[in-house]
């Protein structure tokens, strides 16, 4: 079992390349990749996104990426000393026509537009590509293990939860075939109350009979021991199971709310509360599992 939750984090350097992937996971229906690229790395994000579909089915990650030079050429200054000579040129004619002191000096011709260009390295897409999707690999190892980590402590918590359900079920079961027979004894002391005269035994048969069969959750109670069998056997499985569970969550759900309305007893009522709320907090813990 892994939970959507967790990060990575791998840098690398090959030649005069470093490359830095740096990968955040929260709980998503879906996976979903949002890339965090300068654009001069745009080249990568296909790559990048594949890589990242080996490895996961769902979650929301967000994924960082740098890349840079170690060997001191990421950037090229180009001088234009034509232009240079142009512009002092310039400058002294207008010192002599205008009658000023020309106060150009080497620093003053460096700002000048055009006389000095700085640009970026060549990026040698091959080699950037192949170390960056090395780095989005032991990102995503790094943030396996973190899920996979995650997912123990998930799989711990729910089986908790489960096994309060299951205890909730015991006793619901257990009170279930005594609501008739309470149901019995409140008619007949109703029936004293009142002092009728003449009553009949098959009648009040009758009405507890139908009052039992309105009453009745036993195959409530068996669907949802069936549903809880089956989150056992999926708390022992790997893979994407966390859709099915959700879905299994809410047939629980929905069989507690059949037992509440359909039991016509205290008791079965104040536990179907308790049996809810074991519910939702699997159903919390199931969200964040893959």
């Not at 955040?24 to 990242?52: I, M, Q, T």
């Not at 207008?94 to 000096?105: I, P, S």
Request: aromatic fraction near 4%.
């Amino acid at each position: 079992m892994r939970s959507m939750t967790g990060c990575g984090r791998c840098q690398l350097q090959e030649g005069a390349w470093e490359a830095t992937v740096e990968l955040r996971a929260v709980n998503h229906r879906y996976l979903d990749v949002s890339c965090r690229l300068p654009r001069s790395l745009s080249f990568l994000e296909d790559k990048l996104r594949k890589c990242l579909n080996r490895g996961m089915k769902r979650g929301h990650v967000d994924m960082y990426v740098t890349v840079s030079r170690v060997d001191g050429a990421s950037r090229q200054i180009t001088v234009d000393s034509a232009l240079a000579k142009s512009y002092a040129e310039a400058a002294r004619l207008l010192e002599k026509e205008a009658g000023v002191v020309c106060d150009l000096n080497v620093s003053g011709l460096m700002k000048l537009e055009g006389v000095v260009t700085v640009a970026e390295a060549e990026l040698d897409e091959d080699a950037v590509s192949a170390l960056a999707v090395r780095a989005c690999e032991g990102a995503l190892q790094q943030l396996d293990d973190m899920r996979l980590k995650e997912g123990e402590s998930l799989r711990a918590d729910l089986a908790a939860h489960l096994a309060v359900a299951e205890s909730l079920r015991e006793k619901i079961l257990t009170r279930a075939p005594m609501v008739a027979e309470d149901y019995r004894t409140r008619l007949n002391a109703r029936l004293e109350q009142w002092q009728l005269e003449q009553v009949d035994p098959a009648r009040v048969a009758q009405e507890v009979a139908m009052m039992a069969d309105r009453c009745a959750v036993d195959e409530e109670l068996s669907r949802l021991d069936s549903h809880f069998n089956q989150m056992h056997r999926y708390l022992e499985m790997q893979g994407e199971i966390g859709k099915k569970m959700d879905f299994l969550v809410q047939e629980m759900n929905r069989e507690a709310n059949t037992i509440g309305s359909k039991a016509n007893d205290v008791t079965i009522a104040q536990t179907v509360v308790d049996l809810k709320s074991e519910i939702e907090k699997i159903r919390e813990q199931v969200q964040n599992v893959e």
